[in-house]
């Protein structure tokens, strides 16, 4: 396929990148392949770079990308919804349901930087139990497939991740959309969520073991102090160890009636201090390494005020990139007196 070079300026939405692109840190902006968007757009201008390749795609028009993704992603939402509804009228999971989201979701992989983007949207709170359970099936996906799952373990995967919270059908909806702090005997009663959907999908004969325990266990932690049955460590299922940092981090940046969402930075750090007794050292590792790299060129509020870059990420501290502000850099491991406070 011929390339061409085009300035910066006359960049426009459905250009496809020919070239990887890197800032003078060396770390990447857009990988080459990447459809470009306004929100690319604007990201490469913020950079110091005139001119990049674009491929010349002159015998049939560019698909828009983010419209398809976005389409998509609404329709998942609606099915889920669907899945949900049936639960509450009938009592059952309709399996081939669940089986054509999962199926949608594995598709988007291909388009990560899409993916990430509709994560970090702002979501209505009132429709959380149905985005949140989306989110977690995509955010399972890609920790999957950089952990190396493919074929039937990988649906399974992103199947337990989709039903992870499926439970919260029985419990009270009092309890469950309750907009403040729970009385500890509502706690208890809104724990027993994961009981209950292991419990209904165990029954069913087209349902994966490996789906029934991921449900089951995605509350336990390393350490012993997750529930219902206090599981450490290898006791747990490799599935409900990826569920547990996906639900985490979707949860925490979502925008909720008794809380403001938190941004992907805030809940980076929660996760490596979390490593150290709760999460799986080999999870957040790889959830960690792969998503901060889409951030990269992200224009950020900082909690002093300023407005940054996000230039650099540090491997060894994700939650710690270095800001450029102005002319100056920040490197917020040395700055720790600094915090990003969301994404612009």
């Not at 990560?112 to 009132?126: A, E, H, P």
Request: net charge negative.
């Amino acid at each position: 396929m011929l390339k061409k070079e085009v300035s910066i300026c006359d960049l426009v939405p459905n250009m496809r990148i020919a070239e990887t692109v890197l800032n003078d840190f060396g770390s990447v902006i857009i990988m080459e392949n990447t459809v470009l968007d306004e929100h690319l757009i604007k990201k490469l201008q913020n950079q110091n770079i005139s001119k990049i390749k674009v491929f010349e795609e002159t015998n049939k028009p560019v698909t828009k990308v983010k419209e398809v993704f976005q389409r998509n992603y609404n329709q998942g939402i609606y099915e889920v919804k669907n899945i949900i509804s049936e639960i509450i009228i009938d009592k059952d999971v309709n399996m081939e349901k669940v089986e054509k989201v999962v199926d949608s979701v594995i598709d988007m992989s291909d388009e990560k930087m899409d993916l990430i983007r509709c994560l970090n949207q702002i979501k209505s709170s009132d429709e959380y139990i149905y985005t949140h359970s989306m989110n977690v099936a995509m955010l399972s996906m890609l920790i999957g497939k950089w952990s190396g799952y493919e074929g039937k373990k990988l649906q399974m995967l992103v199947q337990a991740a989709l039903l992870h919270d499926i439970g919260k059908t029985k419990v009270p909806p009092e309890i469950l959309n309750k907009p403040g702090k729970l009385t500890e005997a509502e706690y208890e009663e809104m724990k027993k969520h994961s009981t209950y959907g292991y419990r209904m999908l165990e029954e069913k004969r087209n349902v994966s073991m490996d789906i029934c325990l991921a449900v089951l266990m995605h509350h336990e932690r390393e350490d012993g102090s997750g529930y219902p049955i206090g599981a450490k460590s290898d006791r747990i299922h490799d599935f409900a160890k990826i569920i547990a940092v996906a639900d985490i981090y979707d949860a925490m940046t979502s925008e909720r009636v008794y809380k403001e969402r938190e941004s992907p930075f805030e809940v980076f750090e929660l996760m490596e201090e979390k490593t150290l007794s709760q999460l799986s050292v080999e999870v957040v590792f790889t959830f960690l390494n792969n998503i901060a790299s889409y951030y990269i060129g992200d224009l950020v509020m900082l909690d002093n005020g300023k407005i940054g870059e996000i230039v650099h990420i540090n491997p060894r501290h994700v939650s710690k990139p270095i800001i450029k502000v102005d002319d100056k850099y920040l490197d917020l491991t040395v700055e720790k007196h600094v915090k990003i406070k969301h994404l612009l």
